[in-house]
């Protein structure tokens, strides 16, 4: 084998050599391009799934929110019904309260109202049964106020007005006049009302 023979063979060599590094290093870095492709694949994948997650928790809660809010509508639409429905029974009951029982109720009521008025004479007001009833027990009504208040209280009994019960009570010109019916003192306490029914009913 002559001189040019062994150059060409070495020059053959280490291209072979070359060509090996280079496939090698190339094989080195598809790998590693790849693995880094696997990474960032996974990485992606694993926000997709936090990010899921994540809205599928707000979901969750928004469904769950919004059948508690639903829940405490009916909740409370049952509870205005029930309320509602005794305010109603009350209602009833004051309106067919019998005389001995009413009677001492609308001395009670007149004894607030002119304590309120501080008026000596006084115009008292109610629907024709309770005008009629006070108009038979005239002479009682107005001891009971004398007792109560400490003092005479002249009463006349004015034109009935429309309520279920109890009076209004005013001064003899009109000027003031406190309004006991029981349709105004349901209004007027119908907070503590409620909360004491809401109380007897649900605890």
């Given amino acids: 084998m002559d001189g040019a023979e062994l150059i060409i063979q070495e020059i053959n060599r280490e291209a072979e050599q070359k060509i090996q590094y280079i496939l090698s290093e190339a094989q080195k870095e598809a790998e590693q391009i790849k693995e880094e492709a696997r990474k960032r694949a996974e990485a992606r994948a694993e926000w997709i799934m936090r990010k899921a997650q994540t809205q599928a ?22 509870q205005e019904e029930l309320i ?3 305010i109603t029974a009350l209602r009833e009951r004051l309106a067919e309260l019998p005389d001995e029982e009413y009677f001492p109720m609308l001395v009670d009521l007149a004894v607030q109202a002119v304590g309120e008025l501080g008026s000596e004479s006084v115009v008292v007001r ?20 004398g007792e109560r208040l400490g003092r005479e ?9 429309g309520t279920i019960g109890g009076l209004v009570v005013e001064t003899p010109d ?16 119908e907070g503590e009302l409620r909360a004491e029914i809401a109380k007897a009913l649900f605890g």
């Fill in 57 to 78: 928790e707000i979901e969750r809660q928004r469904i769950v929110a919004n059948a508690r809010l639903e829940v405490r509508k009916k909740r409370l639409a049952v």
């Fill in 84 to 86: 509602q429905e005794v």
């Fill in 126 to 145: 109610s629907n024709e049964r309770t005008l009629k009833l006070l108009s038979e027990r005239a002479d009682e009504f107005r001891k009971s106020l």
């Fill in 153 to 161: 209280i002249e009463v006349s009994l004015g034109e009935p007005v």
């Fill in 174 to 189: 009109g000027a003031v006049r406190v309004d006991n019916t029981f349709e105004a003192r349901i209004e007027r306490f």
